[in-house]
């Protein structure tokens, strides 16, 4: 299990050139990345989203990646000589028109001048592509990692939440098993001083049981509520994304929590079906993290 929110840092540095990337994540319904990666690179980025997409299946993530080259690999330094003859002809024109002498102009304050001088850089596309990789990849391993130790500290939480649950479900098969015995002591009871008589048809009374044992029996309900726990469990030691199918089987619990309430003619479980209805919204609002 993996949480949705994460963080992961890798930095290389080789051939005096520097990779900075750092990817965080927090809950999303989908896959959503976002790169921002310097112009040089802005090649790479389908890729780098391809890379990304395969290693997670939901969450919002940013990817920052930084980039320095401070190697003179691939640098050209251009002088743009007509420039800077074109500089000189017009400090010329200007010393002759003004009767001024003109001196030789030192060519490091032509260079000087605007465009005159610039720095090329050609780079290596298939070495910096490999080095943006390679680093991106320990990225990817960090943040992995980051989002299944948060998962794990979810994971506990829920089993401890739906053991909860569990034992709570117990206690309102245990309610419900005396109900109905209740009931027809109740019931006859209650024939008995509202006839003033001792005697009780006996049928009439079977009768009113089974329409009141069909009215309030919650058995299919547990049933369904316990199979549900017990998938419940088996999806938390899945491989992959769960989060979609826990919150569907949350719904499907919720449901038939719901039922058991309306047909409870008992104030111990309502009060069991309040405390699950509680728990599992918990439950709700935790798998909002989950991949």
Not at 61 to 68: A, L
Not at 101 to 128: A, F, G, N, R, Y
Not at 279 to 287: F, H, M, N, S
């Amino acid at each position: 299990m993996k949480s949705m929110t994460g963080f992961g840092r890798a930095k290389l540095e080789i051939n005096n050139r520097i990779y900075l990337v750092e990817l965080k994540s927090v809950n999303h319904k989908y896959t959503d990345i976002s790169i921002k990666l310097p112009r040089t690179l802005s090649y790479l980025e389908e890729d780098i989203k391809k890379k990304i997409s395969n290693s997670i299946s939901r969450g919002k993530v940013d990817v920052f990646i930084n980039y320095e080259n401070y190697s003179n690999q691939g640098k050209q330094i251009v002088i743009n000589k007509d420039l800077a003859k074109l500089y000189i002809e017009e400090f010329k024109k200007i010393a002759k028109e003004n009767n001024l002498k003109m001196k030789d102009i030192p060519v490091t304050e032509i260079t000087k001048l605007p465009d005159v001088l610039s720095l090329k850089t050609v780079e290596d596309e298939e070495q910096i592509t490999k080095e943006v990789m390679q680093v991106l990849d320990s990225a990817i391993q960090n943040f992995i990692n980051m989002r299944s130790m948060e998962g794990n500290k979810i994971k506990e939480d829920l089993i401890n939440r739906i053991e909860n649950i569990n034992e709570k479900v117990s206690k309102i098969s245990e309610c419900s098993t005396g109900l109905i015995s209740e009931y027809v002591v109740k019931l006859n009871e209650r024939i008995k001083d509202i006839l003033k008589t001792n005697v009780v048809d006996e049928s009439r009374l079977a009768l009113e049981t089974v329409i009141y044992a069909d009215k309030c029996s919650v058995e299919e309900e547990i049933t369904r509520l316990n199979s549900h726990i017990l998938q419940f469990k088996k999806l938390l030691e899945e491989q992959g994304a769960i989060g979609k199918k826990i919150d569907f089987l949350i719904q499907e619990m919720n449901r038939e929590t719901n039922t058991i309430g309306s047909k409870s003619g008992s104030l111990e479980i309502t009060n069991l079906v309040i405390d699950i209805k509680t728990i599992l919204e918990d439950i709700r609002e935790q798998i909002q993290n989950i991949e």
